[in-house]
């Protein structure tokens, strides 16, 4: 059965594309926030492509790296209406995960020269079980959500995939404008694991760090590594090589041997703190609701990671680090309906990603009032 054939809120019209100009976004004046030196690449990947061979990164990591999460599209334009082509490098498929979220697109619209930023449509395959289903594509009509003469454009790329290539269209006699600059150009880092990529938002723009770039007008890279948060000193180096404004650590969900957490995670603060001496760090602990002791085999003890984050915090603010913040995870999912938040006791939804963002946008805030 479809339920399209029942429900038509549920179908996928064609892009009637006629009339429309496409261009590619490795073209200016469309700017690509978010991935890897893409213009200079010509690939989308969140790390220099040598670390997909780097002995010094997990598996996982190195697996993960063409993911395009975090990846942003910015463009402004007087066109009526904004169409998206998009050729995706997997085909894959997830319980946990919509293709809306996991290998969609979604578009936010603001009145150009603003950063107010608005949902306004999600663009996603119908399916993808086949290589032909790889490519897909669609249309918004500005008419249907504002009247603005000319409009910022926002597109958030996919979550749990990688794009070869993405196409934006225009009406055609229409023209493309360079965005409205971030008010903090210099990137925040967020690294982590499941939850920071973005598992299981309905579409991209629903993660947290998604929420936290449109909110503080910041820009942002989005390290996290579903299943693959090790701390690797190589990895902490890397992110101390980029020129950021503020570093997010959201790693806890790798504990499964809290051993191995402990000799993993205070060094890893402590590396980047080397070579970043003024750079905020943020360190968080997991969401959860709440925070219990679990016992059995491959059982993860958060109460024993989170004291763990707590000794770090400690032990660096007792060496005098004044840039070092600390965020309790059993807040993250807000004070009533906790048990909302996740799809399946551990990854958020769209609520429990919100609450997770309002959470840590006070203490990012701070950070970044902090970098200046």
Known sequence: MNISDIDPNFKQLACQDE?????????????????????????????????????GLIPGVRKLIHHSAGGRLRFATDSPCVAV????????????????????????????????????K??????????????YKGMLRFSGCD????????????????????????????????PVAYDVQKPVIFYGDSITQGGCASHPGNNYPNHLSRWLHCDF??????????????????????DSSAIFVNMELRAYDIEVFRSAYYPFYAR?????????????SRGAFPKIHKYGPEVRDFVLSNRIIVDTCLRGWNDGDEKLYYIDGE??????????????????????????????????????????
């Open 85 to 120: 082509m998009v050729e995706l490098t997997d085909v894959l498929s997830m319980a946990h995960m919509p293709l809306s979220g996991a290998s969609g697109v979604d578009i936010y619209l603001a009145r150009r020269g603003s950063h107010d930023y608005r949902f306004r």
């Open 272 to 284: 980047l703190r080397e070579h970043c001496p003024n750079t905020p760090i943020i360190l968080a």
């Open 221 to 242: 890279i989005n390290l996290g590594f579903s299943g693959s948060s090790a701390g690797e000193p190589e990895m902490a180096d890397y992110i101390a090589s980029l």
């Open 19 to 55: 009339g429309i100009r496409y261009y590619s976004c490795m073209e200016d004046p469309i700017e690509i926030n978010g991935m890897y030196a893409p213009r200079e690449t010509g690939k989308f990947l969140r790390m220099p492509e040598e670390y997909i061979h780097s002995e």
């Open 122 to 135: 999600v663009i996603m395959p119908y399916k993808l079980t086949e290589d032909k289903d790889r490519l």
């Open 147 to 178: 009247t603005y003469a000319e409009h910022e454009v926002m597109i958030h790329l996919p979550l749990y995939n990688g794009v070869k290539q993405v196409y934006v269209g225009i009406q055609e006699g229409c023209s493309l404008f360079a």
């Open 331 to 372: 807040t993250m999912f807000g004070n009533e309906d906790q048990d909302a938040c996740t799809v399946d006791g551990t990854h958020p939804n769209d609520l429990g990603f919100y609450r997770m963002a309002e959470r840590i946008r006070p203490v990012l805030a701070r950070a970044l009032d902090d970098a200046r």
